[in-house]
T-cell receptor, first 112, second 114 residues
Framework: EDKVVQSPLSLVVHEGDTVTLNCSYEVTNFRSLLWYKQEKKAPTFLFML??SGIEKKSGRLSSILDKKELFSILNITATQTGDSAIYLC????????????WGAGTKLIIKP | NAGVMQNPRHLVRRRGQEARLRCSPMKGHSHVYWYRQLPEEGLKFMVY????????ESGMPKERFSAEFPKEGPSILRIQQVVRGDSAAYFC????????????FGQGTRLTVV
C-alpha cells in the first residue's frame, strides 16, 4: 500500500533555531514530492521535488529529495514565530489515478 | 485574480440533513480536487474533476457522497444524510492542468454535524 510518513509528528523549538522535518515515502510509480505549509487556512505550496540531490531554496526554507533512500527533508533556518504551522508532504505518482498520497503532517511550534 | 473560493467557511448540519459545499476554482483552472482533513490526519483525496467530468472518484465513499463540476458555476461536493463522522474540514484545490502539478487550495469548509 502506498504511504507517506512524516516525522516528527510535532516539534517545539525556540525562535532562531534550525529545524529539519522528515518525509519518507513508499509509493509505486513515484514522480515527485510536494511540500505544503498549512496554517489556520488553506495549505500553501512550498516546493515540488522531482530530481534526487538537487536542493530547492526559498528564503530560509530549503528541501531536498533522496530517491534512493525514499525520503525528503525540509529545513527551516533562523526560525520565526510565523513559521509555526503544520507542514505537509505529499507524493505524486504516475499511476492512472490522480491522487496525491499525503503524510499526516508535522506540527511545528516556534516559541518566542 | 482571486484565489480558490470555498463557501461556506463553516457549516453546521444536524444528523440526516444534507450538506452542500461549493468551490470556485481560480480563473482559468479547469481541474478541481476535493480533499477531506480529519483531526490529526493528513489530507485525504476524495475526487478529481475536470469540467463536467469526474476523472477519479476513488477516494470518495460510494454512498451519500457525490461531486459535480458543471460547465457553468462552482464545483459542488454534496453529502446526503450526514452523520457525525462526516465532521471534518473539506478542502478543494484547483490547477491549470491535471496530473497534480501545482495546485492552489481554497480556505476550506469546516463541516460540523451535530
Amino acid at each position: 500500500e502506498d504511504k507517506v510518513v512524516q516525522s516528527p509528528l510535532s516539534l517545539v523549538v525556540h525562535e532562531g533555531d534550525t529545524v529539519t522535518l522528515n518525509c519518507s515515502y513508499e509509493v509505486t510509480n513515484f514522480r515527485s514530492l510536494l511540500w505544503y505549509k498549512q496554517e489556520k487556512k488553506a495549505p500553501t505550496f512550498l516546493f515540488m521535488l522531482t530530481s534526487s540531490g538537487i536542493e530547492k531554496k526559498s528564503g530560509r526554507l530549503s528541501s531536498i529529495l533522496d530517491k534512493k533512500e525514499l525520503f525528503s527533508i525540509l529545513n527551516i533556518t533562523a526560525t520565526q514565530t510565523g513559521d509555526s504551522a503544520i507542514y505537509l508532504c505529499a507524493a505524486d505518482h504516475t499511476s492512472p489515478n490522480y491522487q496525491l498520497i499525503w503524510g499526516a503532517g508535522t506540527k511545528l511550534i516556534i516559541k518566542p | 485574480n482571486a484565489g480558490v473560493m470555498q463557501n461556506p467557511r463553516h457549516l453546521v448540519r444536524r444528523r440526516g440533513q444534507e450538506a452542500r459545499l461549493r468551490c470556485s476554482p481560480m480563473k482559468g483552472h479547469s481541474h478541481v480536487y476535493w480533499y477531506r482533513q480529519l483531526p490529526e490526519e493528513g489530507l485525504k483525496f476524495m475526487v478529481y474533476l475536470q469540467k463536467e467530468n469526474i476523472i477519479d472518484e476513488s477516494g470518495m465513499p460510494k454512498e451519500r457522497f457525490s461531486a459535480e463540476f458543471p460547465k457553468e458555476g462552482p464545483s459542488i461536493l454534496r453529502i446526503q444524510q450526514v452523520v457525525r463522522g462526516d465532521s471534518a474540514a473539506y478542502f478543494c484545490a484547483s490547477s491549470l492542468s491535471g496530473g497534480n502539478t501545482e495546485a492552489f487550495f481554497g480556505q476550506g469548509t469546516r463541516l460540523t454535524v451535530v
